[in-house]
């Protein structure tokens, strides 16, 4: 098969699946029979989405606590909100940022014998635990950061950002409105740099500054709000002639403004992911531009592919969640109530 009929056959499974979302949802709003609570809202629906396959126990897993990061609480959100429509027993966990236990909790849920599991692959130290949940019989899904490619034939399929792609994206857009020359400074802080999101995130910036003969210095800032803004506060005190800050994950990127007002810094700054601290910082032209890679999207999908694949039969498929616009001064307006309440961040 050519590559143009591959690439065919996949926007038209994303396609129907997204039609198939909307109908679903037009069947539960307009029914009466459904039940609520307890994963079996949609266990009424004629078409037997909720309801034809008896194993309907998943395992939904984060890397970072939903609760205290605004941007793992919306891949959270939107695993609920399918699993509720898809009728499936969800169970949440965590692994809090703390790299072992993410293993420990794949093998947990595989001695449970869920029909799903549903996996970021932010480090590839879980990959092995990924795969023994596959050989398993337990089909395993990956969002927010794909598999390497060893794990890869473990993997159902993947709902997420193209890190190399919108890295380029934002090198790109960050040449274009700062002059940058080579030897110049410019910070790319991330919660863990080694981690494959950076590492693919940072490598599309650096292409891009590598045209000017500049690069990225790296930072490792952890994923906890107070160590970010203590360690992004301590570099840039240090380097005060930066040129730019281009922050790698959300934590980084919600603190950045912050860091530069206790550094004395002010130098522009263009990053990835939202949330309410980005946007004011847009909002108020201290930050040029951020690209969203749309977590709800990466965690409602995955659940509901899941469910479409047990009652069903239908084969998933790999889903770019989006990101290849950038949110800036021009477009941040469109965001709605609804964004700022928790749909979006």
Not at 147 to 162: E, I, L, R
Not at 312 to 330: A, E, M, Q, R, V
């Amino acid at each position: 098969m050519s590559k143009t009929t591959n690439g065919l056959r996949k926007v038209t499974r994303a396609g129907l699946a997204a039609a198939s979302v909307a109908a679903l949802l037009l069947v539960t709003a307009c029914s009466n029979s459904g039940s609520e609570g307890n994963g079996s809202g949609a266990a009424a629906l004629e078409s037997g989405l909720g309801s034809r396959a008896e194993n309907r126990s998943v395992y939904f897993l984060t890397y970072y606590d939903p609760a205290g990061d605004a941007f793992w609480n919306q891949m959270a959100t939107g695993a609920k909100d399918a699993a509720k429509l898809g009728g499936l027993q969800m169970t949440e966990q965590t692994a809090g940022g703390v790299a072992s236990k993410m293993g420990d909790l794949i093998s947990s849920a595989i001695a449970n014998k869920p029909a799903a599991i549903f996996v970021p692959f932010n480090d590839p130290s879980w990959e092995g635990a990924a795969c023994e949940a596959s050989k398993a019989g337990i089909s395993v899904y990956g969002f927010n950061v794909p598999p390497s490619d060893n794990a890869k034939s473990c993997v159902q399929a993947f709902v997420g950002q193209d890190f190399t792609q919108v890295g380029q994206l934002v090198g790109q857009r960050l040449l274009k409105d700062v002059k940058i020359g080579a030897g110049d400074k410019v910070l790319c802080p991330a919660e863990e740099p080694t981690q494959q999101y950076a590492i693919q995130r940072g490598g599309g910036v650096e292409a891009a500054l590598k045209t000017v003969g500049a690069s990225c210095t790296y930072l490792r800032t952890s994923a906890e709000d107070g160590a970010a803004l203590d360690s992004m506060t301590s570099w840039l005190a240090a380097n005060k002639d930066v040129k730019a800050v281009v922050p790698l994950g959300g934590t980084p990127h919600r603190n950045a403004v912050a860091a530069e007002d206790a550094a004395g810094v002010t130098a522009p700054i263009i990053g990835f992911d939202t949330s309410p601290q980005v946007i004011d910082g847009i909002n108020s032209g201290r930050i040029l531009a951020t690209a969203d890679q749309q977590g709800y999207i990466q965690g409602f999908q995955s659940v509901l592919q899941a469910s479409l694949q047990l009652d069903f039969g239908l084969s998933p498929t790999n889903i770019n969640s989006g990101g290849n616009g950038l949110i800036d001064k021009n477009n941040v307006e469109n965001l709605t109530a609804n964004d700022l309440q928790g749909v979006r961040w």
